[in-house]
T-cell receptor, first 111, second 119 residues
Framework: SQQGEEDPQALSIQEGENATMNCSYK?????LQWYRQNSGRGLVHLIL?????REKHSGRLRVTLDTSKKSSSLLITASRAADTASYFC???????????FGEGTQLTVNP | DVKVTQSSRYLVKRTGEKVFLECVQD?????MFWYRQDPGLGLRLIYF???????EKGDIPEGYSVSREKKERFSLILESASTNQTSMYLC??????????????????FGSGTQLSVL
């Protein structure tokens, strides 16, 4: 069963705007990861945040994690047309089971 | 950079055919995975392997088998392809780390995917 659920399913913004995607999950986790997938290609790892971390930055990416609400958000600042892709969260549960992916958010950045 | 190579980008097969999807990684990773990706269903794990000749069922193993004879190569086999196996197939690898499952804090490296159509 899916552990992570992304919200919204689709997001369309203008270049230069910020994009925020959310992920909710159901069980306790060791870490949460975000991946990006360009159309018709494989996934690329973006960032990992551990359960004892609240916020992490990588370039224009900012990830937050709220374990009390079992949710995470991915913020892309100053978006570019090249950021157009699907974004997936993936959770590693404390039970030791495999990494579980959500269904993704389709981000479209219009030039 | 880690490279995960899937042998075919697009594949068209007929119902009942035996299909082999090959995946090779070049970074000596212990763990390898096969996922399928379908619209509205996200990524679902078919099989994974922690080591040579070892395999574990994922969430949807029915209709599939795998082979890992060498550390760098992980093959997915559709014994008798069916139309409901039309999908994007993604291979991934990761490093073993520490104790437990090896998934602790480890990121996956994906291949570019194989779009399989079964007619």
């Amino acid at each position: 069963s899916q552990q992570g659920e992304e919200d919204p399913q689709a997001l369309s913004i203008q270049e230069g705007e910020n994009a925020t995607m959310n992920c909710s999950y159901k069980t306790s986790i060791n870490n949460l990861q975000w991946y990006r997938q360009n159309s018709g290609r494989g996934l690329v790892h973006l960032i990992l945040i551990r359960s004892n971390e609240r916020e992490k930055h990588s370039g224009r990416l900012r990830v937050t994690l709220d374990t009390s609400k079992k949710s995470s958000s991915l913020l892309i600042t100053a978006s570019r047309a090249a950021d157009t892709a699907s974004y997936f969260c993936a959770t590693e549960e404390t039970s030791g089971s495999r990494l579980t992916f959500g269904e993704g958010t389709q981000l479209t950045v219009n030039p | 950079d880690v490279k995960v190579t899937q042998s075919s980008r697009y594949l068209v097969k007929r119902t009942g055919e035996k299909v082999f999807l090959e995946c090779v990684q070049d970074m000596d990773h212990e763990n390898m995975f096969w996922y399928r990706q379908d619209p509205g269903l996200g990524l679902r794990l078919i099989y994974f392997s922690y080591d040579v000749k070892m395999k574990e069922k994922g969430d949807i193993p029915e209709g599939y088998s795998v082979s890992r004879e060498k550390k760098e190569r992980f093959s997915l086999i559709l014994e008798s392809a069916s139309t409901n196996q039309t999908s994007m197939y993604l291979c991934a690898s990761s490093l073993f780390q520490g104790t437990g499952t090896g998934f602790l804090g480890e990121k996956l490296f994906f291949g570019s995917g194989t779009q399989l159509s079964v007619l």
